[in-house]
């Protein structure tokens, strides 16, 4: 098997199988892809398009053609030396519906289910009417109001001889010792008989064993036509549409281990862990031995059979202690590892973590894995390609058009306090009762109040600058203890002074001292149990508050939006972008590196022509002024203010510049009208998401339907024409320099210490928007086509449109890697002095390993040295004087240029600029073995 160089990810679903990517393994395999690296592909919720919400971890997913067609995709890869990465889900499953055995045997046999340690459930609630009892927050409207009209209903199942309560798509079973009263509704003598058996069971020793065999006698009677009838019969005592029904059906639910609720409540009274706060995405307790043992046995099985050559963990954050679970994972893939088959042992089996790192935040080096999946390295070259110079304009341009601050950290400050005090409450609230134990447990702290507690707590997570900390027994890692002190710190500067004294206890609670110092017991579980909910809770909270709020409030620019990003930092010098890279390839060599995902707010072409603003800001804001007075028309007044709001508009005009497409012509009627669907969708999501004027839970129908026709109007109406017109136009002014940003993310991900991600279908422009539009189906025909074909650089460069010169970069720089593999996963990063009148705008560095080297050289900031016209190549005499410093070793040294088949010699310490990339605007210098 070929060493691990390069990934291809692929979003597999029932439209899109195992079997669909069997047929495509030649073209990624000339591409230069070592690992197809797969979305999750154990059994998911029906008809699922992403595969995170799993109902069964134990079979691969039959949509996607079962265990089978993996096996027939693997031995594919193997054929050409090939390997597979797979994108596992180890902190929640779906939940609610029909599919997840283990959830609805937790239902039917509440905490005696043997499945009930396997989620997170505290079954010791405050609420009287949750005390023992599982919230089930499924039901359309409020509980009663359902009952009364008819929308829970009595169900069997015949042929396992199940009882369940219906709402819809959600079944919900009736526990086993419930089963007697409603026999007894039937007119039948033997299942009258069998009633007193299933009463039997409120007392029997072994109740769970033995339901399963009254339950299949129960079966075996309904094999009778009458029998059944006279069940069924009995079923319509509980129509609840009746007087008598609905107390019989009410008193019935009330006897269950679950109390079923209006989904609005989760927000409050949740006494579960859900996936931040989706209620359909049960938390798992993957920290208890048997539990992880269960829901990855499947996963080990795979690994064992070389089936398997790496695993993502998704959202690892979310897991009660991430240390502890990844090294546990490590220790299990490397005993697996030499028993696998002799062909497929690895000499190092990967494990990567979804990760978002905060500013100044690293990876812990103790976990025992390769890194993160790239979210990091996505951002630093971001900040690259932005020109600082154009932050001040922009960012006074959105406070005085939009009215609102451009201060990203304040906009995230209050998305907190709306997400902790809104759909996280519930999951606050268990934070700020458990801290309540551990002051309770302390005679000299059992004075302070709960509302001290919310007070002090909920500023604290509101200031907070990463996702979480890391709390282990001997208390919280010095690596974030800074983190911690920053949100003291900003807590401190909002809060009265009377509850300073406050943060001083919740900074020992939590894990400011060793637990193995709280005394044993009552004590030490309650601390223990507050640091873990406490760090279960500020991970949600960023992604809600940041990426889910806060990145559709505020946009200063854009491309400076998205996952993982930190949007209140602008820009960053070259020189910070060499020292992340160093650090990078001392510390996690083979980190995964992307510039697109599926999460993904804007895709990677997309950010790259935003970027383009920051260098034409004053342009920018010129053309939006215009912009505005001509769109004066395609606005409403509502008693909120113009529909779409100043900022929602501001959003949308970004949005169009950054994704529009190359060949749209304005007058386009049948492209605009797809270019126009997208959009409308991309524009629902961020509205909602924004939560200003409209939301997700509570829809403002009026101000949703002045947006779109804002939108359409705009996109495709008459009066929208000049507007449009306008903005196409400026979208191409921004496309050259925007495509050569996009060339150069590729060639740097490609090039610089770590393992490069390829999205599927990126290897042409991807001018996507966030989910659905990034995940829509990849024309993989005109992809293989292209790269069948043997056009020149040159000729690629001048029809650079149709991205086929991005695809081309793609294959020769990963021939490159799979040729000299040692070089970009362990080789040294020199960063080059570049000197001249262009020196901020050429970025270079080396890479070398035992005397193999390689010299890159990419330009930024090039809308200046590209002019007005559409060649992506810059004339030489722009270069003017910029040289690059080489290292002494490369003296009189013959290297050859990768991308246009030339060498040339360095004769002196330096390399001019234009020299180097003579051909092609960005360069690959390398000296061949």
Known sequence: ????????????????????????????????????????????????????????????????????????LVDALREREMGLILDIVSNHMAVGGTGNAWWLDVLEWGRNSPYAQFFDIEWNSPDPLLDGLLLVPFLGNDYGDVLQQGQITLRLDADTGKLYAEHYEHHFPITPPSY????????????????????????APAPYSAAQELRAELARLLEDPQTRQALESGLQCYDSTTTEGFKRLHSLLERQHYRLASWRTAADDINWRRFFDINELGGLRVERPLVFE???????????????????????????????????????????????????????????????????????????????????????????????????????????????????????????????TGPLAGDFETVAQALLQVARSDLMTRDITLGAIRRALLELIVHFPIYRTYIGTAGRAKEDEPFLQQAIEGARSTLSEADWPLLSHLQRWLGGENLRSVPKGIARKARRYACTRFQQLTSPAAAKAVEDTACYRSAVLLSRNDVGFDPQVFSAPIEAFHKACQERAERFPRNLLTTATHDHKRGEDTRARLAVISERATWFVEKVQRWRELAAALRQDQPEGPAPSPADELLLVQTLLGSWPLELAADDASGMQAYCERTLKWQEKAIREAKLRTSWSTQNTAYESACRAYTEGLLLGEQGHTLRTEIAAAAGTLATAGALNGLVQTLLRMTTPGVPDLYQGAEFWDFSLVDPDN??????????????????????????????????????????????????????????????????????????????????????????????GSSLQIPAARWSDTRIHVPAELIGVSLYSLFADISLVIEQASLGAALALKSLPLAILYKKA
């Open 1 to 72: 098997m070929k060493a691990l160089t390069s990934t291809l990810r692929l979003q597999f679903h029932r439209d899109f199988t195992l079997d669909d990517a069997l047929s495509l393994i030649d073209y990624f395999a000339r591409l230069g892809i070592s690992h197809i690296y797969a979305s999750p592909l154990l059994t998911a919720r029906p008809g699922s398009l992403h595969g995170y919400d799993v109902i069964d971890p134990t079979h691969i997913n039959p949509e996607l053609g079962g265990e089978s067609a993996l096996q027939r």
């Open 180 to 203: 007697g009263e409603i026999l007894r509704a039937a007119d039948d003598a033997q299942l009258k008989s069998l009633a007193q058996r299933f009463d039997a069971l409120k007392t």
């Open 294 to 420: 269960e829901t990855h046995t499947k996963i080990f099985e795979l690994i064992g059979k070389g089936l398997v050559d790496g695993l993502r963990i998704d959202h690892v954050d979310g897991l009660a202690n991430p240390r502890t679970y990844c090294r546990r994972l490590r220790r299990r893939v490397d005993r697996l590892n030499p028993i696998r088959p002799a062909s497929t042992v690895l000499e190092h089996f990967p494990i990567y973590v979804e990760k978002i790192l905060g500013q100044g935040e690293q990876l812990h080096g103790d976990w025992g894995v390769d890194g993160t999946t790239g979210y990091e390295f996505m951002n630093q070259v971001s900040l690259l390609q932005h020109d600082p110079a154009g932050e001040p304009i922009l960012r006074s341009l959105w406070s005085e058009v939009t009215g609102r601050t451009p201060d990203f950290l304040e906009e995230a400050r209050q998305a907190r306090q709306l997400i902790l």
């Open 775 to 868: 995940r829509r189906p990849v024309d993989f025909a005109a992809r293989r086509h292209a790269l069948a074909e043997s056009s020149e650089p040159l000729e690629l460069i001048e029809r650079w449109q149709d991205g086929h010169i991005k695809q081309w970069l793609i294959a020769r720089t990963l021939e490159l890697r799979q040729a000299y593999p040692l070089l970009f996963t362990a080789g040294r990063y020199l960063p080059l002095a570049v000197e001249g009148e262009h020196r901020d705008q050429l970025l270079a560095f080396a890479r070398e390993h035992r005397g193999n080297w390689a010299l890159i050289v990419a330009p930024r900031f090039t809308s200046s040295l590209l002019g007005d």
